[in-house]
């Protein structure tokens, strides 16, 4: 199976010499979804934000969907970022002052593209937001602004959505929808998602798992389950590099 998101030998070294990656290289293949996993400071978003291009690694590459990310300019990852790399974060990064669907037809039209009404509003329809689309933000709740930020992250028809803490400000219940969305997506519409999370529960939505412990991959898990998980991060660095 062909990776759609490959990283090689990534090193990030920030002021005061604080190393977050050391050395880090894996790959997530088309259709899959994984979760990246570690203790407070185990550099499991720093991985997150330069496999997306978010940040510069200190030294390494990276390749989304053949071209490499690391040797190109600001401005043309900027670009690149908006047509093949789609979002979802913690605090949904909306803009109050637009309606949901001009929050999700945003990445279009700052890539210059011209929005398919028709798309948006399906894509809209499929995530339960078909009779939100001109409601403003703050009239929706923290699960339906997720979805808002998914379908956000899907309409570019990227190659990877990265998703950063996706359910930590949510409840429950909005949670596990905005999980089983995410799933869908993958299973679905065949798209690649890597997800940061703390949350075993969470975890067991992915296909694998990879662990990392002081800015090094620390192991892997295939068909979790919350407690293998669970288990997994308790002895995180018993068994460094091992795969299961």
Do not use: W
Request: include cysteine.
């Amino acid at each position: 199976m062909t990776d759609v998101v490959r990283v090689a030998e990534l090193y990030q070294t920030y002021d005061g010499g604080v190393t977050a990656l050391d050395g880090v290289s894996a790959g997530f293949a088309a259709g899959s979804f994984t979760a990246v996993m570690g203790p407070s400071g185990s550099g499991k978003s720093t991985l997150l934000q330069c496999a997306a291009g978010l940040d510069r690694p200190t030294a390494g590459r990276v390749f989304i969907d053949g071209a490499e990310l690391t040797a190109t300019k600001d401005t043309a990852m900027t670009k690149f970022r908006r047509t093949r790399v789609g979002f979802v974060f913690q605090d949904y990064n909306l803009l109050p002052s637009l309606t949901v669907e001009q929050n999700v037809v945003l990445p279009l039209r700052l890539a210059g593209r011209r929005a398919d009404r028709r798309r948006v509003r399906e894509t809209l329809e499929q995530l339960g937001l078909g009779d939100r689309s001109g409601e403003l933000p703050e009239r929706l709740s923290g699960g339906q602004r997720q979805r808002v930020a998914v379908a956000r992250a899907l309409v570019t028809e990227p190659a990877v959505v990265f998703a950063d803490e996706p359910t930590g400000a949510l409840d429950l219940r909005s949670a596990r929808e905005v999980l089983a969305l995410l799933r869908a997506v993958v299973h679905e519409r065949g798209r690649t998602v890597v997800m940061v999370t703390h949350d075993p529960v969470a975890a067991a939505y992915a296909d694998s798992v990879l662990f990392l412990a002081d800015g090094k991959l620390a192991g892997s898990l295939r068909a979790p389950t919350a407690g293998a998980v669970a288990e997994r991060l308790a002895h995180l660095g018993d068994r460094v590099g091992v795969s299961a």
